[in-house]
């Protein structure tokens, strides 16, 4: 029988099956500092032993600082943020499990550097308990985000329970015009199907929008596919992925490498596979976009206007509206690029990669940020992409155009280490989610693209890249 | 597992849809390696006036008084009443840790983000998916609400509902079954799995 992609990368997986609920065998599961502590504690008190500590990698990234860091955890001021990435290093170390340490240069954002180990690899399942972990689907990997209490499933038994998804497909054909990215899609698609638009559904991204697409920008579409409420965002292998994947340091060789590309050349969906629901997107038709809400499905191009609640017939959509034009000071009908910016941040799981910080560097090169930015941020995603950033001399545009130049982290994506928002700023921010407080309690978080922070940090307002 | 069998209470209702777990519990009590003690500051930020810090005396701190929690008319309620897409957001289990926390067992809504729907029964929470219909009814409706998950109910003073919930989750929930403990009577069969798998899949 024709299957989908997501049908078949299950299908390699099944342990057993009963009543409804599958237990699948995990192949990867990528481990940080936050959704773990308590996971490790359970298995201790359960006094059962770990599955297998090959499947397991560990990396601190949500609460380290992205400023001077030479003495590793001791760096954490802060002691309750210090504490956890401690544990995260005792149980790495009780359990055997391979850590990459806050001073290793190899550190960064878990889904930064499962990629760029080779961590990640087609065809493979990877849980992470972060909602992000769909940003692994780019490379043809089943990869969702668990809870903690599957992570430490996962830790005891290798497997986890699973309810098959339905599918979606997403097909994008056409060309992304001029510094349009894969993460005006991302919102473009959020903004069009909603927020909860995939919710129990895997989505594949397709098209001939997609083939073009680079990986990086595969991994910020997949990435966000959990904005759209989907269990997981999946793009199938091509060339690009085997391209992308060989000679990393946990890629296969030799034999192994030869026997792994002919599996992944039949990771995609069969031609006449069935899928529940399919989208059909002209991508020469999406302009950059901007989050002007409290939700990534409130967005609208650059040189729209915030909506009216008034002019809403859906009640419960129009309280939403007045709540979140209440929550993030804007008037009904505003003109996006009227609206003044105090801080810029460039940096999160979905756009820290150096593809994001090449477009970023290329609209700030010789210019400066404005006046009104009281601070700009570019924050690598990993130790590796920041070495790569600076040999092509990126950090030095930044620097001579006002930006700081960080330490890899999550950083201002959610404010739990040292950056954060003040309440009352408001930021272009490349990342992810512009929930109430999320980059720091009564702060306003706009999503942008990295060619679009930058040209706003320029401009000290919302702006496409040409005005 | 907390095992979940029955509830009667009145629900707290909290009118906005697409709650993430962000204002749940805020990430500045992430910072936690325990499990226990995120009640007092679940929903944070709109609960208090002022801005909520890791050990701080939350009984003495400024509270909102226009937020539902803390409308004394609902103290005690053990049903959450929300609207559509509750959970999205974070994976974070600290919400419904903090839910469970305070007092909530079930929680009532038209959907609900996947990852926080799974962590809730892994937290002996009920999560219950109602039409909008349904919900938009039970926001005017003050009285007693009893349910019954055997029988899959929700019921008000005249009418009764019901609800849908896969039949091994139900099972475990019923009878607060450990989720490892089971999966580990396959081990032998997980075992023979991924010999098979690394045969196939030496790379791995
Ligand atoms: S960068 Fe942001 S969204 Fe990504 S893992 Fe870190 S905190 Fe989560």
Known sequence: ?467 | MKKFTSLSSIAMPLDRANIDTDAIIPKQFLKSIKRSGFGPNLFDEWRYLDHGEVGMDNSIRPINTDFVLNNPQYSGAQILLTRRNFGCGSSREHAPWALEDFGFRAIIAPSFADIFYNNCFKNGILPIVLSHEIVDNLFKYSGNIVINLEDQTVKTQNQVFNFDVDAERKRRLLNGLDDIGLTLQYENQIRSFETEHFNKFPWL
Not at chain 1, 161 to 183: P, R, T
Not at chain 1, 192 to 208: L, M, P, R, S, V
Request: proline fraction near 4%; aromatic fraction near 6%; charge should be negative.
């Open chain 1, 1 to 467: 029988m024709a299957e989908t992609l997501y049908d078949k990368l299950m299908s390699a997986h099944i342990v057993r099956e009963q009543d409804g609920a599958t237990l699948i065998y995990i192949d990867r599961q990528l481990i940080h500092e936050v959704t773990s502590p308590q996971a490790f504690e359970g298995l201790t008190l359960s006094g059962r032993k770990l599955w297998r500590n090959k499947s397991n990698l560990a990396v601190p990234d949500h609460n380290v600082p992205t400023t001077e860091r030479s003495s590793g955890v001791n760096s954490i001021t802060d002691p309750v943020s210090r504490l956890q990435v401690e544990t995260l290093d005792k149980n790495c170390k009780t359990f055997d499990i391979n850590e990459i340490q806050m001073n290793d240069i190899r550190q960064g954002i878990v889904h930064v550097i499962g990629p760029e180990q080779g961590a990640t690899l087609p065809g493979m399942s990877i849980v992470c308990g972060d909602s992000h972990t769909t940003t692994h689907g780019a490379l043809g990997a089943l990869a969702f985000g668990i809870g903690t209490s599957e992570v430490e499933h996962v830790l005891a038994t290798g497997c986890l329970w699973q309810n098959k998804a339905k599918n979606m497909k997403i097909e994008v054909n056409g060309d992304l015009g001029d510094n349009i990215s894969a993460k005006d899609l991302a919102l473009y698609v959020i903004g069009k199907i909603g927020t909860a638009g995939g919710t129990g559904f895997a989505i594949e991204f397709c098209g001939t929008a997609i083939q073009s697409m680079s990986i990086e920008g595969r991994m910020t579409l997949c990435n966000m596919s959990i904005e759209a409420g989907a269990k997981v965002g999946i793009v199938a292998v091509d060339d690009k992925t085997v391209d992308y994947v060989k000679g990393r340091p946990f890629t296969p060789i030799d034999e192994n490498w030869d026997l792994a590309l002919e599996y992944w050349k039949t990771l995609h969906s069969d031609d006449d596979a069935h899928f529940d629901e399919s989208i059909v997107i002209d991508a020469s038709m999406i302009k950059p976009q901007v989050t002007w809400g409290t939700s990534p499905e409130m967005v609208v191009d650059i040189n729209g206007s915030t909506p009216d609640p008034e002019k809403e017939k859906d009640q419960v959509k129009a309280e939403s509206i007045r709540n979140a034009l209440k929550y993030i000071h804007l008037k009904p009908n505003t003109s996006l690029s009227s609206v003044a910016i105090d801080k810029v941040f460039i940096g999160s799981c979905t756009n820290s990669r150096i593809e994001d910080l090449r477009i970023a560097a290329s609209v700030a090169k010789g210019k400066k940020i404005a006046d009104n930015i009281k601070l700009a941020l570019v924050v690598p995603g990993s130790g590796l992409v920041k070495q790569q950033a600076e040999a092509e001399g990126l950090d030095q545009i930044f620097k001579d155009a006002g930006f700081e130049w960080r330490e890899p982290g999550c950083s201002m994506c959610l404010a739990m280490n040292a950056d954060k928002l003040e309440p009352g700023e408001r930021c272009a921010s490349t990342s992810n989610r512009n929930f109430e407080g999320r980059q720091g309690q009564g702060s306003f978080t706009h999503l942008v693209s990295p060619a679009i922070a930058a040209a706003s940090a320029i401009a000290g307002h919302f702006s496409g890249v040409d005005s």
